[in-house]
């Protein structure tokens, strides 16, 4: 009791009554954003850009920071709502605000806004994480009116900017071609760039953008925001260019579809937004949120990454006892450390043998798995490898017990014919007794089997036969519960389970957020391994996530030599979907050892600092090299892709090293008996050198390719 009462007491000091005119600034190290709360006590936003002192920003009231719908405000506001009497506006004046520290990086400014008449408040809640120069935003929105309310508008965050021109790098596609970069300048009037899929985010597009002001970025040159939603669903990022050529660039969950009917006493949160601001392009940028999401954005995120051997591509559905047998000595003879049964182990009634049948029926097919998990994690481990398992638990194929049990729990629209994808059916998830079956399934496999060491968590199709029996008649309330539903199972399933590794996975690269990623350590960023395509989709992926949560497998779907694909899917996490029985000698001593270099290396790769130094799409040629923290190691991975004839390259100059050092430069990845890249091999050269002149590492043939290991000596 004494120490609620000393709790209250805190919470009461530390809100500070707010005077008019007066200045809430945010900073990290190098970025400040800078409030005026007006003599009306609105909120307005008087700078964002690099690190300013508050004082030197003049008292500002032009730019309302996060506008409601209703009033006076005549463009996309960041909130509207419509009151239980049926009022559609609302009216936010700054109460109080208070900055806690949580420690000497991190500083949370929340500040309360409230409505004059109705009882509605509003938490802007700003996260300033100060060494690694990003700020997160979002809200928290709640009522005490007699009768639920309707928001229709909820953006996390809202950021306004005056410049000179705008120009937007957005990231899109499909399945098997995620993440292509374009880049269109802003024009007057709004642009969206949303998705409606519901249990996903990313496919389509991408919750993710980079905005360039006055000019476009390049890599070491412009002033740029990058900034993501951690949000695994429906999402929208709107950029509108006002009639005074001001920006306003709004984050959040996708309001299409979604009057959130929010009871009195509850609050909804918003998810949060991420971004980074750099004055020296985007390669800082990207930094940047590498650094946050290996301490704060992913689940042990500065910790190591197992190698693996998964048997999606090579078996499919087809496999028994004695071939996983054989593939666990196969994933020894590779060298990698853990082996990943993939789709189709469970089923009885309808045995998992294609993609129509048994989802929801989690346990081991007989005829398949005789002995069950049990005996596999044993043969797993007689072989001093690791066992990890793929699951799907928010479906349910209409083929099914699950379904036969439980027709109420699949989201379906009354009066209409189920729509498939893929052959299956989402799972009501924001119903109780959902969630507590789709916790069970993942908790039960990791309770009753201690050698599972490894989950890949699959989601398989995006949201339609938009109706959740549960939710009777707040339908419009399900893009958003489902998500906070999944995240609610996530957060029971962390509590038990804290540190076990979790691919995310949705059909490729469908989820793609960190709002999931905080509960999983990597990803899977596409289904297609193809390495030349993989070059451009990992490079995409690379402006906002570290490679340690790329999860990048050497397979067979493209023709390219080994040697290409191993080296493209070294710049992430790495791992093997092939049949390595088929290898022949020397593509096994290659794969064997190129492991160990990975293993020496993945330190690096994972939490260095990333310099891409030439984009694939200016010509048909990349390189990006990692950089450790004491710049004393740093890998350097060159490709050539499809040259024009007699394309020649100067040598690739690199950066982030420190001129004083010297550097033995070695090429590793060496196929047997072909000659190596680098026409510096085993040299040393200092790092000024390296820097200003460069490396020959790009050859003219097609498909080559070349890793460069960097040591200070
Ligand atoms: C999805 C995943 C694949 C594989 C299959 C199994 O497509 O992206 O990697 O797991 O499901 O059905």
């Known amino acids: 009791m004494r120490k609620h009462y000393f709790l209250l007491t805190i919470i009461f000091l530390t809100w500070s009554v707010v005077r008019a005119q007066e200045r809430i600034d945010v900073h990290t190290r190098n970025m400040s954003l800078v409030f005026n709360v007006g003599a009306d006590k609105k909120l307005y936003q008087s700078y964002m850009g690099s690190r300013i002192a508050a004082a030197a920003v003049p008292a500002d009231t032009t730019v309302e920071s996060y506008p409601q719908g209703g009033g006076s405000y005549l463009f996309e506001p960041a909130i509207r709502m419509v009151h239980a009497d049926g009022n559609p506006s609302l009216d936010l004046r700054v109460a109080s605000w208070k900055v806690d520290s949580m420690d000497t990086n991190v500083r949370v400014t929340s500040i309360l806004m409230k409505d004059p008449v109705y009882p509605v408040s509003v938490v802007l809640e700003l996260r300033a994480y100060s060494r690694e120069d990003v700020i997160t935003s979002k809200v928290l929105i709640r009522h005490d009116e007699p009768q639920p309310v309707k928001v229709s508008h909820f953006a996390s965050s809202m950021l306004h900017f005056h410049a000179d021109s705008y120009w937007l790098t957005q990231f899109h596609g499909d399945w098997a071609?995620?993440?292509?970069?374009?880049?269109?300048?802003?024009?007057?009037?709004?642009?969206?760039?949303?998705?409606?899929?519901?249990?996903?985010?990313?496919?389509?597009?991408?919750?993710?953008?980079?905005?360039?002001?006055?000019?476009?970025?390049?890599?070491?040159?412009?002033?740029?925001?990058?900034?993501?939603?951690?949000?695994?669903?429906?999402?929208?990022?709107?950029?509108?260019?006002?009639?005074?050529?001001?920006?306003?660039?709004?984050?959040?969950?996708?309001?299409?579809?979604?009057?959130?009917?929010?009871?009195?006493?509850?609050?909804?949160?918003?998810?949060?937004?991420?971004?980074?601001?750099?004055?020296?392009?985007?390669?800082q940028a990207s930094r940047n949120l590498h650094a946050w999401a290996r301490s704060y954005g992913v689940l042990n995120g500065k910790g190591p990454r197992m190698t693996l051997l998964n048997n999606w591509e090579s078996t499919q559905f087809a496999f028994n006892e004695p071939k996983l047998d054989s593939l666990f000595g196969e994933t020894r003879k590779l060298g990698a450390d853990l082996f990943l049964l993939d789709d189709g182990w469970f089923g009885n009634k309808y045995p998992r043998n294609d993609d129509h049948t048994s989802l929801g029926d989690w346990q081991e097919n007989k005829t398949k798995l005789p002995h069950g998990i049990a005996r596999l994690e044993k043969a797993a481990a007689a072989q001093g490898v690791k066992f990890g398992i793929w699951v799907e638990p928010e479906m349910v194929s209409p083929k099914s017990e699950l379904y036969e049990k439980h027709p109420d729990w699949v989201l379906k629209l009354p009066n209409r014919s189920e729509h498939y994808f893929r052959n299956q059916l989402v799972l009501d998830l924001v119903n109780p007794a959902v969630q507590d079956f789709v916790f069970k399934t993942v908790d039960d496999l990791l309770t009753q089997h201690s050698g599972i060491a490894y989950i890949k968590w699959d989601c398989n199709r995006m949201m339609t036969n938009e109706y959740s029996p549960y939710l009777g008649f707040r339908q419009t309330n399900l893009y958003v519960d489902?998500?906070?539903?999944?995240?609610?199972?996530?957060?029971?399933?962390?509590?038990?389970?804290?540190?076990?590794?979790?691919?995310?996975?949705?059909?490729?690269?469908?989820?793609?957020?960190?709002?999931?990623?905080?509960?999983?350590?990597?990803?899977?960023?596409?289904?297609?391994?193809?390495?030349?395509?993989?070059?451009?989709?990992?490079?995409?992926?690379?402006?906002?996530?570290?490679?340690?949560?790329?999860?990048?497998?050497?397979?067979?779907?493209?023709?390219?030599?080994?040697?290409?694909?191993?080296?493209?899917?070294?710049?992430?996490?790495?791992?093997?979907?092939?049949?390595?029985?088929?290898?022949?000698?020397?593509?096994?001593?290659?794969?064997?050892?190129?492991?160990?270099?990975?293993?020496?290396?993945?330190?690096?790769?994972?939490?260095?600092?990333?310099?891409?130094?030439?984009?694939?799409?200016?010509?048909?040629?990349?390189?990006?090299?990692?950089?450790?923290?004491?710049?004393?190691?740093?890998?350097?991975?060159?490709?050539?892709?499809?040259?024009?004839?007699?394309?020649?390259?100067?040598?690739?100059?690199?950066?982030?090293?420190?001129?004083?050092?010297?550097?033995?430069?070695?090429?590793?990845?060496?196929?047997?008996?072909?000659?190596?890249?680098?026409?510096?091999?085993?040299?040393?050269?200092?790092?000024?050198?390296?820097?200003?002149?460069?490396?020959?590492?790009?050859?003219?043939?097609?498909?080559?390719?070349?890793?460069?290991?960097?040591?200070?000596?």
Not at 231 to 256: C, H, I, T
Not at 258 to 266: E, I, M
Not at 646 to 669: H, M
């Open 177 to 283: 071609r995620e993440m292509h970069m374009d880049e269109s300048r802003l024009t007057s009037g709004i642009k969206i760039v949303d998705s409606k899929l519901g249990s996903r985010a990313d496919m389509y597009q991408t919750p993710a953008f980079l905005l360039s002001l006055d000019r476009s970025s390049s890599e070491e040159e412009g002033e740029v925001l990058a900034g993501t939603l951690a949000w695994s669903g429906s999402f929208q990022l709107l950029f509108e260019v006002d009639e005074k050529d001001r920006l306003s660039v709004a984050a959040g969950m996708n309001p299409y579809a979604s009057d959130y009917v929010l009871d009195p006493g509850k609050t909804l949160p918003t998810p949060e937004f991420i971004f980074t601001y750099s004055n020296k392009g985007r390669g």
């Open 482 to 713: 489902y998500v906070r539903s999944l995240y609610a199972v996530l957060d029971r399933l962390r509590a038990k389970h804290p540190s076990v590794p979790m691919m995310l996975c949705s059909g490729g690269g469908g989820r793609t957020d960190y709002g999931a990623l905080k509960y999983f350590t990597e990803f899977w960023p596409s289904d297609n391994t193809d390495a030349v395509e993989r070059v451009y989709i990992q490079w995409g992926y690379s402006y906002f996530f570290p490679a340690n949560t790329i999860a990048c497998h050497v397979t067979s779907w493209g023709k390219e030599p080994l040697k290409f694909r191993t080296d493209v899917a070294m710049m992430g996490r790495l791992g093997y979907d092939l049949d390595v029985s088929k290898m022949k000698e020397k593509e096994l001593a290659f794969s064997q050892q190129a492991l160990k270099d990975y293993r020496r290396l993945s330190g690096t790769i994972g939490q260095g600092d990333l310099f891409r130094l030439l984009s694939p799409y200016d010509r048909e040629r990349a390189a990006l090299m990692y950089v450790d923290a004491d710049k004393k190691k740093a890998v350097l991975f060159g490709y050539v892709l499809y040259p024009r004839y007699g394309s020649t390259w100067p040598p690739v100059k690199l950066q982030g090293l420190d001129g004083q050092k010297s550097y033995r430069v070695r090429e590793i990845n060496r196929y047997p008996g072909v000659h190596g890249v680098l026409v510096e091999d085993g040299k040393k050269l200092s790092g000024e050198y390296l820097m200003k002149v460069g490396l020959n590492i790009l050859r003219a043939d097609a498909l080559s390719s070349a890793v460069i290991e960097i040591t200070e000596e």
